[in-house]
């Protein structure tokens, strides 16, 4: 059975398809140029969080800064094109951690290119 990562959770809401491939192990990630730039933005911008913020691989998930000090899970993206998404994958990401006794726990949507910041929360609903 597939354990549920973030980047499922993330195609679940982009495109169905690419979540079954992705499932499947039927991947494009290593050679699509919208990958490589979101890591390269996410590799240059914000360069004092490796010494502030620590990075958390649990249950299929990685979290590339989560500062532990405040609780707040810091997810960087190249654009809002697809904010829906991303504001689900990072409610996963906090389920997660919840789910493992970390509580309290909030989001910060970071894109740095558009200089937008968004506070996300996981609530009931």
């Given at each position: 059975?597939?354990?549920?990562?973030?980047?499922?959770?993330?195609?679940?809401f982009?495109?169905?398809?690419?979540m079954?491939?992705?499932?499947?192990?039927i991947?494009?990630?290593d050679t699509?140029?919208?990958?490589?730039?979101?890591?390269?933005?996410?590799?240059?911008?914000?360069?004092?969080?490796?010494?502030?913020?620590?990075?958390?691989?649990?249950?299929?998930i990685?979290?590339d800064?989560?500062?532990?000090?405040n609780?707040?899970?810091?997810e960087?993206?190249?654009s809002?094109?697809?904010e829906q998404t991303?504001?689900?994958?990072?409610?996963?990401y906090?389920y997660i951690?919840?789910?493992?006794?970390?509580?309290?726990?909030t989001g910060l949507?970071?894109?740095?290119t558009?200089r937008?910041?968004?506070?996300?929360?996981?609530t009931?609903?």
């Amino acid at each position: 059975m597939q354990q549920v990562t973030g980047t499922l959770i993330s195609y679940y809401f982009y495109c169905k398809r690419r979540m079954w491939l992705h499932a499947n192990d039927i991947r494009f990630e290593d050679t699509s140029e919208d990958v490589a730039m979101g890591r390269l933005i996410e590799d240059s911008t914000y360069l004092q969080r490796d010494s502030n913020y620590e990075q958390i691989e649990l249950e299929g998930i990685k979290i590339d800064f989560y500062d532990h000090k405040n609780r707040i899970i810091h997810e960087t993206k190249k654009s809002p094109k697809f904010e829906q998404t991303h504001i689900w994958q990072l409610k996963y990401y906090m389920y997660i951690l919840l789910r493992n006794g970390i509580e309290g726990v909030t989001g910060l949507l970071e894109y740095p290119t558009e200089r937008k910041t968004h506070k996300i929360e996981l609530t009931l609903e």
